[in-house]
């Protein structure tokens, strides 16, 4: 499961606003921004959560797992030509 803190890096890094965002995952503005401002903890339902990271890797992200002393953290794909 992503964190907030990778979904507010992951729509910064895209250049969405927080309403582009909540819309493009079909959640309300002020969940997003209950979720976001949460930090590391888990706050979203399993279901928003996935509907805010299949919006974000539709956009162009990938998501990265904690790996040993390295946090989670989130990158931008290569565009497909």
């Known amino acids: 499961m992503i964190l907030p803190l990778q979904i507010r890096a992951a729509r910064v890094l895209l250049g ?9 995952s079909g959640i309300g503005l002020a969940t997003l921004k209950r979720i976001e401002s949460a930090g590391t903890e888990l706050t979203g339902t399993a279901q928003t959560m996935s509907r805010i990271q ?4 539709t956009a162009g992200v990938t998501f990265i797992d904690e790996q040993g002393e ?6 931008l794909r290569k565009p497909v030509i």
């Open 54 to 57: 299949k919006a974000l890797e």
């Open 16 to 24: 969405l606003t927080q309403a582009q965002l909540a819309s493009r």
């Open 70 to 75: 390295q946090g989670p953290g989130v990158r």
